[in-house]
Nanobody
């Protein structure tokens, strides 16, 4: 059974940091593009950061939404079959449910419709 499980969410003050984890079971994350998305109440789900699969010429290619550039970092640990999202300098507007997802598309894109398998999400709350 293919499964993605997010963890690492929580409550943090503005300026703080969190590291989200996306662990896979039932398949290797290496052969998929992996993305982090977020959805705040009343808003659509948006791409945050995405990383290409490790089995092609685009190995390690990353994409960041403008709001994530310079603050967030996506990385892959092949041995642990896990993808991370390091989030620094968090702001109240980063409050949302964060989801990871896997895409088998040929090219790396960070759009929700490209992703087939989704985790259940982890809540991130940034508040003083």
């Amino acid at each position: 059974q293919v499964q993605l499980v997010e963890s690492g969410g929580g409550s943090v003050q503005p300026g703080g940091s969190l590291r989200l984890s996306c662990a896979a079971s039932g398949f290797s994350l290496d052969v998929y593009h992996i993305g982090w998305f977020r959805q705040a109440p009343g808003k659509k789900r948006d791409g945050v950061a995405c990383i290409s699969s490790s089995d092609g010429t685009a190995d390690g290619t990353t994409y960041y939404a403008d709001f994530a550039k310079g603050r967030f970092s996506i990385s892959r640990d092949t041995a642990k079959n896990t993808v991370y999202l390091q989030m620094n300098s968090l702001k109240p507007e980063d409050t949302a449910i964060y989801y990871c997802a896997a895409s088998g598309a040929r090219d790396l894109r960070c759009r929700t419709y490209e992703y087939d398998s989704w985790g259940q999400g982890t809540q991130v709350t940034v508040s003083s």
